[in-house]
């Protein structure tokens, strides 16, 4: 008889509560809480750190010979550090990045078992929890997931490594109301790809989730940057239909592979038939599928396309259309009212003012000084003279208006009287409005008044004196 079949990995042993797991290089200790839930190969449970009764992390436990888990940590440790994550997210100028930061990892004795522990930050819930109540996602809730993988891919792909099995069970939720705190999960079929050679292996084909897999893990080539595309594209179509074309036919790797193939021969059109209820997502859904089959197996992904496509995705909005009614009344527009619209026009712009010149404001400050000099002295001055005979002769004195008429005096700019008021110097002279009713400026126009007051009160009394002297 042959041997029997030793299965490739284990299932770890069920921990009690509160077992202590020791951090070697923090020399921290955590505690086991309850299980939440048991994957292919390992239990994953709640976990607290010592001396908090919060159970904030999340634990996941295999044996330590078991592949997958040893892979994640190898990933973790690599690239999944929290100073790692936070100098990329200050180096970008983004908030949230959607991967999980390593919080611990080690490996302890339970019984005669020898057990490989990882501990991550513990999140709300699963997408694969809500799609299976919604069973669908809308066009905007699918938008937010997939800017949020993007981010987590673009991550991955800078430090070389390709995550190969996204899937809703595979995206955790900070928030279960809010999609865009979408965090991506579960490395146990990631590797570096910086080193990929096209050579297909049969030992390694189909791997990963046969429906969403990519065309090159069913040719058997190890996962490639582009696959990490191509995969995301086959879950948006069933986020957003709750379908897949080959969906019934799981269980066949192969009769998946051959239809993905026929899929993606014609990806324009057969898009169109499967997204015919979301023609809103086409554009950048095929800008995935397009950039995936377009970029070479060994190179990198242009992402900045991607996100192109995403963001005129989140921001179009549908054409608004005229209603009928609309239509006819502003094309029934006769010419008479067209006409009178451009006599209006017309007018408009010979009657409209046009700004005034420098020279011209000159001119119009000028004419009303002139003005104001003339309402200032409107009769003439009466100057007493020797009296001859016993009688008083008097004579009128030219006023300054005369005296520029007739080129004797200069005429003045200001008028005396406008000078002797500060308030009124103030509204003549140009630019001083905007002078507060305090400060130099306004000291020396003060002083000119007070002078101008001086003189006037100095020549009066002169003139009194002269007078007294002759009587």
Known sequence: MPPKKVPLHQLAPPLPQKTPLRDVSTKKIYHIGTQIATGGFGRIYSCSEEGSRKENYCCKVEPQGNGPLFTEVNVFQRILRAADINAYKTGRKITWLGVPPMISTGIFDYKQDKLRYLIIPKYATSLEEIREKKKVFDPKACLKIV??????????????????????????????????????????????????????????????????????????????????????????????????????????????????????????????????????C?????????????????????????????????????????????????????????????????????????????????????????ASESDSSPSPVVTPLKRANGVAHTSSAPTSKQNGQNGIIKKSRVATAIKQDPQQLRTKVPGMLNFATKGRRSIIINKIAKRSRRKATSSQENDDNSESSEI
């Open 147 to 280: 800017k949020c993988v993007l981010d987590a891919l673009e991550y991955l792909h800078t430090k070389s490594y390709v995550h190969a099995d996204i899937k809703a069970g595979n995206i955790l939720l900070e928030d279960p109301a809010n999609l865009s705190t979408s965090v991506l999960v579960d490395y146990g079929l990631a590797r570096m790809a910086s080193a990929n050679v096209e050579k297909p292996d049969k030992k390694r084909a189909h791997n990963g989730t046969a429906i969403f897999t990519s065309i090159d893990a069913h040719r058997g080539l190890n996962p490639s940057y582009r696959g990490d595309i191509e995969i995301l594209g086959y879950n948006v179509i069933y986020w957003l239909t709750g379908t897949l074309p080959w969906q019934n036919l799981e269980s066949n790797a192969e009769k998946v592979f051959a239809a993905k193939q026929d899929f993606v021969k014609d990806v324009k059109e057969n898009l169109k038939k499967v997204l015919e209820k979301h023609q809103s």
């Open 282 to 370: 086409f554009s950048w859904v095929e800008k995935l599928f397009r950039v995936a089959l377009d970029t070479p197996y060994t190179s990198g992904v242009n992402f900045k396309q991607i996100h192109q496509a995403c963001n005129t995705g989140s921001t179009a909005s549908p054409a608004k259309k005229a209603t009928p009614s609309v239509v006819r009344a502003s094309t029934k527009r006769s010419s008479t009212e067209d006409e009178e619209n451009r006599k209006d026009v017309k007018k408009a712009k010979v009657t409209a003012p046009a700004k005034a010149t420098r020279v011209e404001r000159k001119k119009v400050f000028v004419k009303e000084v002139n």
